[in-house]
């Protein structure tokens, strides 16, 4: 237990410390609710049901930042530590790998929540978002989509032969998702073709969820989101654990 | 004495290509043991079976009388291991290494103390990607140290490194037999394992083809002592006949190699400036050379290049 909270402190630190990660995490997110809400402030808006663009891009930006920790920043660290022999050295002392990759998910799970508490409490601050949901809920979709999206993470991160590879495949399935699954940009204005094609994005039903409870929508009407979420978090952990590598 | 690592036929494959073959020894309490060998001749992995971290395909290995494969978890709280090939994250400091590291085990030395006897109390708060080679290993050597082990294991310490840190290196090794530790090390330098080491395993194609001090390696091997010397002038013919016993003798210009028998009774150097004293015979530049463990090791594994 002690070594387990050294080490998530020690990757929380290292996490802060590597600047590319922190900044697509912490700080990128900011920068798009300050520009798109100094472009289109947060005036209620029909087309988002009566939102301002502010509402709705809290929790399309949260799901990009789940996006950025599960492919971007759990691909590579995992890789990165195996393809550098990071992992060799630990497995030479009595710590389980359990505890190792529990460290991770704390931190990145930790960071995910740290960067969408700034776009809060940003928005809340500048743009008086308006929040009709149940915090609980909010806070429980949100738990659902991160671990479902590092399960993809550690899968990447297990597969791929090398730490490029995996960051390479990782920005691939991370850069589409972010323009065409209602993440970067509302649904609404993409076009209906494409808002088809997003059906097939798992970070969609991210967007969906937590839009959705957002502004107060029941758990019933988004059992599918929940239901392919939980899907990809169950099937992330079973081959997450049978494709890890120490080497 | 105790002993502390017994390991009896290992065998090891990889695929079709046979790794560690009919392998066995014993390495004593307060022992620094050596496996020396070309690329390719099983001491990594005979080590690395050892330690738990690959599974032999036969025989019996025994760790402070524990089984790596089954008892893994406690030899790992009590034995320390610096790999051939392992990293730390880059922007981890190095006393961050060493406070997360030291959490691991249930009586861990202090890291404090290793930090300033490994003479990396200036680097404290470097990161690990600022280190030198020499200072990398340090740090290696200080985590493996970490659980307060009986028993070190130390895989090619000292490749890919200057002069100076390898002498340092070697004395921080001989430190740490000094506190009753047993050390068991794999090199590819002779003169690291003939400086460092009490008993010296050679190994090549995946078998022990000599085992012992390396003093008596060498003298096993009876390979020739050489005397070096340049005379004033020219040698007398037959000068050679007149020494104690069969030598070989190699003038060039005035450059003189006397080659001789190692185990004579009388020392070739002695045999050889008594003669040329009695002679007269004026000579610069005298040296002898000792064959060493390099010797041993080339005329074992032979001299051809291997990858």
């Given at each position: 237990?002690?070594?387990?909270?050294?080490?998530?402190?020690?990757?929380?630190?290292?996490?802060?410390?590597?600047?590319?990660?922190?900044?697509?995490?912490?700080v990128?997110?900011?920068?798009?609710?300050?520009?798109?809400?100094?472009?289109?402030?947060?005036e209620?808006?029909?087309?988002?049901?009566g939102?301002?663009?502010?509402?709705?891009s809290?929790?399309?930006?949260?799901?990009?930042?789940i996006?950025?920790t599960?492919?971007?920043?759990?691909?590579?660290?995992?890789?990165?530590?195996?393809?550098?022999?990071?992992l060799?050295?630990?497995?030479?002392?009595p710590?389980?790998?359990?505890?190792?990759?529990?460290a991770?998910?704390?931190?990145?799970f930790?960071?995910?929540?740290?960067?969408?508490?700034?776009?809060?409490?940003?928005?809340?601050?500048?743009?008086?978002?308006?929040?009709?949901?149940?915090?609980?809920?909010?806070?429980?979709?949100?738990?659902?989509?991160?671990?479902?999206?590092?399960?993809?993470?550690?899968?990447?991160?297990?597969?791929?032969?090398?730490a490029?590879?995996?960051?390479?495949?990782?920005?691939?399935?991370?850069?589409?998702?972010?323009?065409?699954?209602?993440?970067?940009?509302?649904?609404?204005?993409?076009?209906?073709?494409?808002?088809?094609?997003?059906?097939?994005?798992?970070?969609t039903?991210?967007?969906?969820?937590?839009?959705?409870?957002?502004?107060?929508?029941?758990?019933g009407?988004?059992?599918?989101?929940?239901?392919?979420?939980?899907?990809?978090?169950?099937?992330?952990?079973?081959?997450?654990v049978?494709?890890?590598?120490?080497? | 004495?105790?002993?502390i690592v017994?390991?009896?036929?290992?065998?090891?494959?990889?695929?079709?290509?046979?790794?560690?073959?009919?392998?066995s020894?014993?390495?004593?309490?307060?022992?620094?043991?050596?496996?020396v060998?070309p690329?390719g001749?099983?001491?990594?992995?005979?080590?690395?079976?050892?330690?738990?971290?690959?599974?032999?395909?036969?025989?019996?290995?025994?760790?402070l009388?524990?089984?790596?494969q089954?008892?893994?978890?406690?030899?790992?709280?009590?034995?320390?291991m610096q790999?051939?090939?392992?990293?730390?994250?880059?922007?981890?400091?190095?006393w961050?290494?060493?406070?997360?590291?030291?959490?691991?085990?249930?009586?861990a030395?202090?890291?404090?103390?290793?930090?300033?006897?490994?003479?990396?109390?200036?680097?404290?708060?470097?990161?690990?990607?600022?280190l030198?080679?020499?200072?990398?290993?340090?740090?290696?050597?200080?985590?493996?140290?970490?659980?307060?082990?009986?028993?070190v294991f130390?895989d090619?310490?000292?490749?890919?490194?200057?002069?100076?840190?390898?002498?340092a290196?070697?004395?921080?090794?001989?430190?740490?037999?000094?506190?009753?530790?047993?050390?068991?090390?794999?090199t590819?330098?002779?003169?690291?394992?003939?400086?460092?080491c009490?008993?010296?395993?050679?190994?090549?194609?995946?078998?022990?083809?000599?085992?012992?001090?390396?003093?008596?390696?060498i003298?096993?091997?009876?390979?020739?002592?050489?005397?070096?010397?340049?005379v004033?002038g020219?040698?007398?013919?037959?000068?050679?006949?007149?020494?104690?016993?069969?030598?070989?003798?190699?003038?060039?210009?005035e450059?003189?190699?006397?080659?001789?028998?190692?185990?004579?009774?009388?020392?070739l150097?002695?045999?050889?400036?008594?003669?040329?004293?009695?002679l007269?015979?004026?000579?610069?530049?005298?040296r002898?050379?000792?064959?060493?463990?390099?010797?041993?090791?080339?005329?074992?594994?032979?001299?051809?290049?291997r990858?």
């Amino acid at each position: 237990m002690k070594s387990l909270l050294k080490m998530t402190w020690m990757e929380t630190k290292l996490f802060l410390r590597e600047p590319v990660g922190a900044f697509f995490t912490l700080v990128f997110p900011l920068m798009m609710l300050f520009l798109f809400g100094s472009i289109f402030g947060n005036e209620p808006t029909p087309m988002f049901g009566g939102q301002g663009t502010i509402d709705i891009s809290i929790p399309t930006y949260t799901a990009m930042i789940i996006g950025t920790t599960g492919l971007m920043s759990t691909t590579i660290t995992m890789a990165t530590y195996r393809e550098n022999g990071i992992l060799r050295r630990l497995r030479t002392t009595p710590v389980s790998p359990l505890a190792v990759l529990a460290a991770q998910v704390v931190v990145v799970f930790a960071m995910t929540g740290l960067g969408m508490l700034l776009l809060v409490t940003a928005g809340k601050l500048v743009y008086h978002v308006r929040f009709e949901g149940n915090a609980f809920s909010v806070l429980a979709g949100f738990v659902l989509g991160s671990l479902s999206f590092f399960g993809i993470g550690f899968i990447l991160a297990g597969t791929m032969p090398t730490a490029r590879t995996a960051q390479i495949v990782g920005l691939v399935l991370l850069y589409p998702m972010l323009f065409l699954s209602g993440a970067g940009f509302p649904r609404e204005l993409l076009p209906a073709a494409v808002q088809k094609f997003s059906a097939f994005l798992p970070m969609t039903y991210v967007v969906n969820l937590l839009r959705g409870l957002w502004v107060g929508e029941a758990w019933g009407k988004h059992l599918l989101d929940v239901g392919v979420l939980s899907g990809m978090l169950i099937l992330g952990i079973i081959i997450s654990v049978k494709t890890f590598r120490w080497e | 004495m105790d002993t502390i690592v017994q390991v009896e036929g290992l065998r090891k494959t990889y695929g079709a290509t046979v790794a560690v073959e009919e392998v066995s020894f014993e390495v004593r309490e307060g022992e620094i043991f050596g496996m020396v060998g070309p690329n390719g001749a099983g001491k990594t992995t005979t080590i690395e079976c050892l330690e738990g971290l690959r599974k032999p395909d036969r025989g019996m290995i025994r760790i402070l009388g524990m089984d790596p494969q089954r008892d893994g978890h406690t030899l790992r709280e009590r034995t320390g291991m610096q790999l051939q090939q392992s990293n730390l994250p880059e922007r981890m400091r190095v006393w961050e290494a060493l406070n997360l590291y030291a959490s691991f085990y249930p009586k861990a030395a202090d890291w404090n103390e290793l930090l300033s006897q490994l003479g990396l109390e200036e680097k404290r708060n470097a990161p690990f990607s600022k280190l030198s080679g020499g200072q990398k290993q340090r740090l290696f050597i200080a985590l493996a140290l970490l659980p307060d082990p009986q028993l070190v294991f130390l895989d090619e310490l000292t490749t890919g490194l200057d002069p100076q840190a390898r002498h340092a290196i070697w004395d921080l090794v001989r430190d740490v037999r000094a506190k009753g530790k047993t050390v068991l090390l794999t090199t590819h330098y002779m003169e690291e394992a003939e400086r460092l080491c009490d008993r010296v395993a050679i190994l090549d194609h995946g078998r022990i083809v000599a085992l012992d001090t390396p003093a008596a390696l060498i003298r096993g091997l009876g390979v020739e002592e050489r005397v070096v010397f340049n005379v004033d002038g020219t040698l007398p013919a037959g000068f050679e006949k007149a020494l104690s016993s069969a030598v070989r003798l190699e003038v060039q210009g005035e450059r003189v190699v006397v080659h001789g028998k190692n185990g004579r009774k009388v020392p070739l150097v002695s045999d050889v400036v008594g003669q040329l004293t009695k002679l007269g015979i004026q000579f610069l530049d005298l040296r002898t050379e000792q064959p060493t463990l390099e010797d041993v090791f080339l005329s074992l594994t032979g001299r051809e290049m291997r990858e």
